[in-house]
């Protein structure tokens, strides 16, 4: 059964930095494209970065140079480091493992910027 368990979401500050992992189980993880998605309420869910196996990484033109994606093999886990965070990028954040025909997500972890 395949899992994939986001955390890390929550309240915090304009310019405010959030760290997201998700831990992912029921896959063989590294052969696995990983990304990031968000819905904000009303919108469509987006793509926020995405890291395709061989090390190349995908952002939306709304986080480049303030969001980063990385994963570790080793711990099955990819994350999403969010800094100088907006208003805007208030949403639901979901993680998506995808391979061929295969498409997986998490339950979501909200994030929510506000002063």
């Known amino acids: 059964q395949v899992q994939l368990v986001e955390s890390g979401g929550g309240l915090v500050q304009p310019g405010g930095s959030l760290r997201l992992s998700c831990a992912a189980s029921?896959?063989?993880?590294?052969?696995?494209?990983m990304g990031w998605y968000r819905q904000a309420p009303g919108k469509q869910r987006e793509l926020v970065a995405a890291?395709?196996?061989?090390?190349?990484?995908n952002y939306a033109d709304s986080v480049k140079g303030r969001f980063t994606i990385s994963r570790d093999n080793a711990r099955n886990t990819v994350y999403l480091q969010m800094n100088s965070l907006k208003p805007e990028d208030t949403a639901v954040y979901y993680c998506?493992?995808?391979?061929?025909?295969?498409?997986?997500w998490g339950q979501g972890t909200q994030v929510t910027v506000s002063s």
């Open positions: 890291d395709y196996t061989g090390g190349i990484t």
């Open positions: 998506n493992a995808h391979r061929r025909t295969n498409d997986y």
């Open positions: 029921g896959i063989i993880f590294n052969i696995y494209a």
